[in-house]
């Protein structure tokens, strides 16, 4: 096999590593986010997971089990909902 | 190159790359989430209050943060030059302020090392130049950004009802701007701490703005 021909195999084979990568860092600044926004809101919630129902709207799951539905209403404010 | 080499460096490059993947076992941990969507029924358990008056939950909240940001953001600048950034706080909200800045000159070269950093921050207020920062911080998500500005939004339908004579006394309307303050301060601290400064820096000015009728009126 050629250099060029390995080089390429493992572009394309770390290449979606990396990608992965990237995307768990946005899930890291997701959960941040809901759990900041769950505070403001006067909750306690280490936000542990969160699922998108739409652009903006999540369900968030908290350490200690707790779930909270995150979204903005059509007035444009955030509303934290206890599930 | 040769063979071996390549593989040298792609293990390497596969070593950093798995490295990086680390997280993602952490984030996605409780799979279980398939129920909630159900949840659209069940009428809002907390719904209402979210927006409207969280100031005593969030303390409880954010307490710890706070604790842990004073030192941060708030004790640079009382090293660096103002005492009037701290000193004019009346608020209940400041008095955990003095505490942890008594705590802080335990090690007081830590204190003094940064103060040249700082003394560009207490400049004088721009609030185009804030409201931009806030809005183009990474330091803050989108989510709480857009609960932020609907606190903000709040708070400025409070004064302007005072400024029409209306209910709130200035007293409650200086805990709530403090109280604001802060969770802008501990969101902002650990990231942003530039921003954090220029923030605490300004507060007194802002408030100046927004207790005088006339500043207040031009802000639309």
Redesign the interface.
Known sequence: MS?HL??WA?IVA?AP??A??S???E????????T??I??????CQV????R?SE?DY?A?CEDGK?Y??F?NAK???????? | MKPWAVAVIASFIIVLALAGCVRISIAPSPAALAPPPVTATTPAVESAPSAVAPAPPPAAALEPPQVAAHPVALSPPVAASPPPAVAPTPAPAASPAPTTVSKAPAPPKTVSAPTPVKAAAPSTLDLAALETRLRATRAIGVFTKLSLKNQVSDLLDQFKTFHHGGAPPLTTLRQEYDLLLLKVLSLLQDNDASLANAVSASRESIWGILVDPAKFAKLG
């Open positions: 250099t390995t080089a493992l770390i590593l990396f992965a990568s995307r768990a860092a899930d890291t600044l997701l959960l941040k986010d809901l900041a926004v505070a403001l809101n006067g909750q306690s542990v997971s969160a699922v129902q903006s369900f799951s779930r539905r995150v903005t444009g404010r955030v509303v934290v909902e206890k599930q």
